[in-house]
C-alpha cells in the first residue's frame, strides 16, 4: 500500500517548549498552569536538565495534574555526552536516559523522543553514536518506552540518510521526522518518497515552522504544537505529514 493511502487522525499535542521556554521559565508548575488553557488534546513535556535531582518530584506533580501526555523530549545533551571525551561522561549520559525513560513512565507516557546526534559535535561522531544505540534501546524496552530519534540538523551527512544507517543498526528505533530541519537540507518533499522505502519506521512527524508534531501508530496518534523561528504557533501544515506510514512496535 502507498504511504499516501494511509489514513491517520492525529491528536493535537502542545511541546511544553511553547510554554516553559528559557532557563527561568522552566517550572512545572508553569506548564500545570497553563496547559489546560491551550487548544490541545496534550502535551508532549519536554524534560529539562535543572530537573535533574528532582525528577521524582516532577514527575509526581505532573501525574497528579490529570495532563493528558502520552510523548516526553529527552535532554537534548543526552546524545552528545555519548561521544564527549570521558568514560565518566559517556556513562552519564546512560544513566541520565535512563532516568528520562523511569520519568516518562511515571508521568503515564510510553515514548520518549531523542537527539542521537547534536552540538558541538553534530553528526561528525555518528558512528560512535550508533554504537551506544542498541544500549539506549534496551534501556527503553526495560521501561516499556518506544525510543523515537529526531532527524536534526547535520553537518556531514544529512537528516534522511542518517535513517538507513539507524534502522540498520536496531530495527527497534523510530524515527521523529522535523519538518523545519527537512527543510533546511531541502529533503522536505522527499519524505514520503523515502518513507515508501522503510515502512513502518516513522511514528512521529515534526513541523516547527507550521509548528505541529504528528505522533502516530497503531495505538494511537498525536500531533504536538512547538514554537517556530518566528515564534509563531500555528497547527497548518500539519496534515503534510499525516498520511505517513506508521506503526509502533
Not at 161 to 184: C, K, N, Q, W, Y
Not at 188 to 211: E, K, N
Amino acid at each position: 500500500m502507498n504511504v499516501r493511502d494511509m489514513a491517520v487522525t492525529p491528536l493535537v499535542l502542545c511541546s511544553t517548549g511553547v510554554i516553559a521556554r528559557g532557563p527561568q521559565a522552566q517550572s512545572e508548575h508553569r506548564i500545570i498552569e497553563i496547559a489546560p488553557r491551550l487548544s490541545a488534546d496534550g502535551v508532549e513535556v519536554m524534560i529539562y536538565g535543572s530537573w535533574y535531582g528532582r525528577l521524582d518530584e516532577v514527575a509526581v506533580l505532573l501525574a497528579q495534574s490529570g495532563l493528558s501526555m502520552p510523548v516526553t523530549h529527552g535532554v537534548k545533551s543526552i546524545g552528545p555526552d555519548l561521544v564527549a571525551n570521558g568514560d565518566l561522561v559517556h556513562e552519564r549520559a546512560l544513566r541520565r536516559f535512563d532516568d528520562n525513560c523511569r520519568f516518562t513512565a511515571r508521568i503515564g507516557a510510553d515514548r520518549v523522543v531523542l537527539h542521537l546526534w547534536g552540538l558541538p559535535d553534530a553528526d561528525a561522531l555518528i558512528d560512535r553514536q550508533l554504537e551506544a544505540l542498541p544500549t539506549l534501546l534496551d534501556i527503553a524496552d526495560r521501561h516499556g518506552m518506544m525510543l523515537a530519534l529526531e532527524a536534526i540538523p547535520c553537518v556531514v551527512h544529512d537528516p534522511l540518510s542518517l535513517i538507513h544507517p539507524v534502522l540498520e543498526t536496531d530495527s527497534r528505533a523510530r524515527i521523529a521526522l522535523d519538518t523545519e530541519f527537512l527543510g533546511m537540507h531541502g529533503q522536505l518533499d522527499d519524505v514520503f518518497a523515502a518513507g515508501s522505502g522503510i515502512p513502518g519506521r516513522w511514528p512521529m512527524c515534526t513541523s516547527r515552522t507550521s509548528t505541529a508534531t504528528s505522533l502516530m501508530g497503531q495505538r494511537d496518534g498525536a500531533a504536538t504544537s512547538s514554537p517556530g523561528r518566528d515564534g509563531s504557533r500555528s497547527t497548518a501544515g500539519l496534515m503534510a505529514c499525516a498520511n505517513v506510514r506508521t506503526r509502533t512496535r
